[in-house]
C-alpha cells in the first residue's frame, strides 16, 4: 500500500517537475532556435546548415541527444521560423527593416503606422581589400586558424588605419555583403545614439528612469526603482537593479531575451540590490532600460527612421537593422545586424569623435565614455565601452585602448593614440580562444612605426 501511494505521488509530480525545471529550459532552447534561425536566414542570408552548424547547436550542447528532435522541430515559413520541442513552440516573426521579433501576437505581424523600406542585402564590392604587406597577411591568417581545442570559428575581420581600410578577410559562406550581428557590441552603439541625443539638448544622463517608466504603463515597475535611479546609472552598468547577467534556462537574461515581450521591463521588475551608482554590475537590462529612455527622446519619430536618417545615411552604412522586442522597444542589448564594414565605419566615428573631428558626436561625450569609473573597480568600464586601464585586458597595448565587446567573440577595438581601427567578428565557442588579444598585438606589429606614432590632436 505504502509502495502504491509513493509511486501515485511520483506520478502526480511529474507534471510539477516538467513545469519547475524542464520546460523553463525548452522555452530557452526553442526561443533561441527560433530567432536566430529567423535573423540568420532573413538578415544575414545564411545557409540554414550553417546556422545549426555553428551558432544553435553549440549552444544547445546542454541538451544532449534532445538537440536531434529541436532540429527536426524547426519549421521555416516565407516570414517566420517557429521550433517545438516537446510540447513548447517559440515563434520568431520577421518584418522588412525590423528584422525578427519573437512572442509577438498575430495582429502585430504588420508595423501599423511605420512606412518601412525593405531590408535588402547590400551588394558585394568588386574588390576586396587585400593585405599590403605579408606581416599583415600572417596576422590575418592566423586570426582564422583554428587553435587545437577548436571553436574560434572568425567570421570576419578588418583593419583599418587613419581611416583608410588596409585590409578584409571573411570566412565562407560570410562575404563583404553579410550582415553581422553584434550582440553586445550593440550597447556601445546605444550609448552613441544616446550621446547624439544629448548634443543635441535631447536627453540628459540625469534623466530619471521611474517617470519614464510610467508613462510606458510600467507604474508597478517604477514602484519598485530609486528615485534617484538616472540614464547614466544606466549606461555605466551601475544601476543598483537586482539583474543578474547569467545566461542558464530560467536566468535573468535568458528570460529577458527569448521569453519577454518587453525586455526593457524585466530589470526594473526585479527591484533595487543597491543603491544607484555604487556597484558595477554588468547587465543586459540596464542597455534595454536606456534603450527605452533614448526612444522616448524621439518623441513620436519611429526609432527605425531614426536611425536611418541621422545615423545610417550620415555614415554612410549600407546595412543597418536593429530589432526590436514585441513591445517595439529597440533590443539594445543585443540585436542589431549591420556588414562588418559597417561596423568598421562606427568604430572610425568613435576614434574620429575621440580625436574631436566628428560632426556626428562630440569629443566631450566620446573621451567622458572611455573614463573608468570608480565603481569598476578594476578601471575595465567606462560608459557603455570596455576599457584598457592600466592594461587590465591587453597588457601589451596601450592604456587609452577602448572597444566594444559581443557575445561569441565580436570586438570593436579602437586604438586612439595609433589611429587603428580592428574589427573580429565570429561564432566562437563560449570557451574558446579567440585570438583577439593576438591579433591586435600583431597588427600593431604589422604596420611597424605608423601604429606607433601618436596620432595628430
Known amino acids: 500500500m505504502l509502495r502504491k501511494m509513493i509511486l501515485l505521488l511520483v506520478v502526480g509530480l511529474l507534471p510539477l517537475g ?11 532552447a526553442t526561443g533561441y532556435t527560433a530567432k536566430q534561425y529567423c535573423s540568420g536566414l532573413q538578415i544575414s542570408a545564411m545557409p540554414q546548415e550553417f546556422i ?15 538537440r536531434r528532435w ?17 510540447g513548447v513552440q517559440s515563434k520568431a516573426v520577421y518584418r522588412p527593416a525590423l528584422g525578427c521579433t519573437l512572442n509577438i501576437a498575430e495582429a ?35 586570426a582564422f586558424a583554428e587553435p587545437a581545442e577548436g571553436g574560434r570559428n572568425t567570421l570576419a575581420v578588418l583593419v583599418a ?40 539638448g535631447h536627453l540628459s544622463l540625469e534623466t530619471p528612469v521611474a517617470p519614464v517608466l510610467a508613462q510606458q504603463g510600467g507604474e508597478h515597475l517604477a514602484s519598485n526603482l530609486a528615485a534617484e535611479l538616472n540614464l547614466g546609472h544606466l549606461l555605466h552598468m551601475e544601476s543598483g537593479l537586482d539583474f543578474q547577467e547569467s545566461y542558464r534556462p530560467g536566468d535573468d537574461a535568458t528570460q529577458m531575451l527569448y521569453r519577454s515581450r518587453a525586455a526593457w521591463a524585466v530589470a526594473p521588475a526585479k527591484g533595487q540590490a543597491a543603491a544607484p551608482g555604487e556597484l558595477f554590475n554588468y547587465s543586459s537590462g540596464d542597455s534595454n532600460v536606456a534603450a527605452l529612455l533614448w526612444q522616448q527622446s524621439l518623441g513620436e519619430r519611429p526609432y527605425q527612421d531614426w536611425l536611418r536618417e541621422e545615423f545610417q545615411q550620415v555614415l554612410g ?37 575621440w580625436h574631436g573631428r566628428s560632426d556626428l558626436l562630440s ?18 568600464y567606462g560608459r557603455s565601452f570596455w576599457l584598457n586601464t592600466q592594461g587590465v585586458t591587453f597588457p601589451n597595448l596601450p592604456a587609452t585602448v577602448f572597444y566594444a565587446s559581443g557575445n561569441a ?43 606607433a606614432s601618436p596620432a595628430p590632436r
Open 409 to 451: 567573440g565580436q570586438a570593436l577595438v579602437v586604438m586612439p593614440e595609433q589611429e587603428i581601427v580592428v574589427l573580429r567578428l565570429g561564432l566562437s565557442a563560449s570557451a574558446a580562444d579567440t585570438g583577439l588579444s593576438q591579433l591586435l598585438e600583431g597588427v600593431v606589429e604589422a604596420l611597424g612605426n605608423s601604429a
Open 161 to 200: 588605419q587613419r581611416g583608410q581600410l588596409l585590409a578584409e578577410r571573411y570566412r565562407a559562406p560570410v562575404t563583404a555583403a553579410t550582415p553581422l550581428q553584434g550582440w553586445s557590441m550593440n550597447k556601445s552603439l546605444l550609448a552613441t545614439w544616446v550621446g547624439m541625443q544629448h548634443d543635441r
Open 52 to 66: 545549426w552548424q555553428y551558432d544553435i547547436a553549440p549552444r544547445m550542447a546542454a541538451l544532449g541527444p534532445l
Open 18 to 28: 516538467y513545469f519547475l525545471l524542464l520546460r523553463p529550459v525548452l522555452e530557452i
Open 363 to 380: 569629443q566631450d561625450w566620446q573621451r567622458s565614455a572611455v573614463q573608468p569609473r570608480r565603481a569598476s573597480s578594476d578601471g575595465s
Open 108 to 142: 502585430e505581424h504588420t508595423a501599423a503606422g511605420l512606412e518601412l523600406a525593405p531590408h535588402s542585402p547590400a551588394p558585394a564590392p568588386a574588390l576586396l581589400v587585400e593585405p599590403a604587406s605579408s606581416a599583415l597577411e600572417q596576422v590575418l591568417a592566423q
Open 317 to 353: 552604412l549600407a546595412v543597418l537593422v536593429a530589432e526590436p522586442d514585441a513591445s517595439a522597444v529597440e533590443v539594445a542589448s543585443s540585436y542589431t545586424y549591420m556588414l562588418a564594414r559597417d561596423w568598421l565605419r562606427v568604430g572610425q566615428l568613435w576614434l574620429d569623435a
Open 70 to 86: 529541436l532540429k527536426a522541430g524547426v519549421e521555416i515559413a516565407p516570414n517566420s521560423v517557429s521550433s517545438r520541442l516537446l
